[in-house]
């Protein structure tokens, strides 16, 4: 009797975890999970019936539940850390490499041309005379526009296209406002009270998540290439005298607008954050002027760092196989912001969440991508740093091609499913135990499949009627 009890318990267990699985999969969207879910819940009722009705059948379904105990326990050993991850970003470094090149970078690249002003033209020369290989690919992506014509995937919805503008407008009329000087003589705070108000205030004006480092020098750009405000002048010039902290700022992307990638739904609300990330990052940036220190937000409108690098810097994550940050709670749903400053503040300790690890097995971002940007085999050393290198020009050609961000590596990872309690659970798991990193990606696979497929969104939301 005592066996029959014990037997009814474990399988009350599986049932209230299947089916929690298979509620959570219908609101995820996810029909595949949602069939895994409901099979682990018949089973479960159907465990239920032999145990009561068929005493002849206790014997095996014991040694199924040891065998399920077993499995649980194993999943259970922990592992060690990754020492290196630890580290933070210096320990995907093997060697000291160079700073990098803001002039370098696919945007900077799209924004010059030789039919506007002498200034423009002066700084295309200039560049393209030290670097001729890149002129006529540049040349052909910047006649398509970096994103090309925006919501062409959608047949340029006016809705979608309006809230995108509308977000990305934000960043521009934030940027000329995003080094903030000295206000008052400094005010006196230990770094213990400074950094608890400095995270809090930060949390209260938007931000998700947030971290502090202290800002590694090789994360900062070596030279000015981005220009957005006719600041000709700027251009080429060398990035010196910088803060020495980092208040580095997370917001999430809504799971709904992220899984319609790719279409217009998540382009717009990649504008969002932006937006979101240029407010935050510029009212912290005259808190600190307020305060009596130097602030200099960090957003798409200007940047002189390296996000992901100072993310890693500051407890918030890993670096992705897909070249995004992996965050402990949301995944490679996030936006990265931050504001240097030079008031005294105490550095997080970065952190090994077993993403690495994960991403190792799981390629599920690089399968679908479908500009074949992101690599599906293994680290290469680039610029002194050890990595999964994407291939940015073959990414941004696709964003060309469809008129909106992409997302789809974003959207399909793993780490990036809703914060609820079955992928909480697989969340602790992976960041600890070596089996289930190995064993997981595998599963995964197996449970939600590889290919990916645009989910359906909210009617305010669709993309699939045209509303101009």
């Known amino acids: 009797m005592k066996l029959m009890y014990l037997l009814i318990f474990a399988d009350m267990v599986m049932l209230g975890l299947a089916l929690t699985f298979t509620i959570e999969s219908i609101h995820e969207k996810e029909p595949r999970a949602t069939k895994f879910g409901g099979a682990g819940v018949f089973a479960a009722l159907v465990i239920f019936v032999l145990i009561i009705w068929t005493p002849a059948m206790r014997l095996s379904i014991t040694v199924f539940f040891l065998f399920g105990g077993l499995f649980i326990f194993i ?62 690919p540049d040349a052909k992506r910047r006649n398509k526009g970096l994103i090309g014509k925006l919501g062409k995937i959608d047949n340029c919805q006016t809705s979608s296209i309006a809230m995108t503008k509308a977000g990305f407008d934000i960043p521009n009329l934030l ?25 809090n205030f930060a949390r209260h004006i ?13 994360w900062v750009y070596s030279f000015r290439g981005e220009l957005h405000y006719e600041n000709w002048n700027d251009w080429g010039k060398p990035l010196e ?54 602030g200099v937000a960090q957003h ?111 959207a399909i990872c793993p780490f990036s499913r809703p914060y609820t309690f079955s992928h909480i659970i697989v969340r602790w798991l992976v960041a600890r135990s070596p089996v289930v990193q190995k064993l997981f990606p595998i599963l995964d696979n197996w449970i939600y499949g590889k290919k990916w497929r645009p989910r359906k969104v909210s009617p305010w939301l669709d993309y699939t009627t045209r509303t101009n």
């Open 175 to 199: 940027g000329p406002h995003a080094v903030a000087q000295p206000q008052i003589p400094r005010v006196d705070l230990s770094p213990e009270k400074a950094t608890d108000l400095v995270k």
């Open 300 to 410: 798409n409108r200007h940047y002189d760092t390296l996000m992901v690098p100072l993310a890693i810097d500051a407890g918030l994550g890993e670096l992705g196989r897909q070249g995004y940050l992996i965050a402990p709670k949301y995944g490679a749903r996030v936006r990265i912001f931050a504001t240097l400053t030079d008031m005294e503040l105490i550095p997080d300790r970065p952190i090994s969440i077993g993403a690495e690890e994960f991403c190792s097995k799981c390629k599920k971002c690089a399968e679908a991508c479908p500009s074949r940007s992101i690599p599906s085999n293994e680290k290469v050393l680039y610029s002194g740093v050890e990595k999964w290198k994407l291939d940015e020009e073959l990414c941004f050609d696709y964003w060309s091609k469809i008129g909106t961000d992409c997302a789809i590596c974003m």
């Open 75 to 136: 999943c259970l050993i922990p592992g060690k850390p990754n020492p290196g991850l630890l580290k933070g970003s210096t320990s995907y470094m093997l060697n000291e490499g160079k700073r990098f090149d803001e002039r370098d970078i696919v945007f900077a690249r799209a924004r010059m041309t030789k039919n506007g002003s002498s200034e423009q033209a002066g700084i295309y020369r200039r560049y393209y005379e030290k670097h001729p290989e890149k002129e006529e």
């Open 206 to 218: 938007g931000a998700d998540l947030v971290g502090i480092c202290k800002l590694n020098p090789q």
């Open 241 to 294: 005298d910088f803060p020495p902290f980092a208040v580095v700022m997370l917001t999430e992307m809504d799971r709904e607008h992220v899984s319609a990638a790719p279409h217009t739904p998540s382009v717009a609300e990649s504008a969002n954050d932006y937006a979101k990330g240029a407010y935050i990052s510029t009212v912290l940036a005259r808190f600190f002027a307020h305060m009596g220190y130097r």
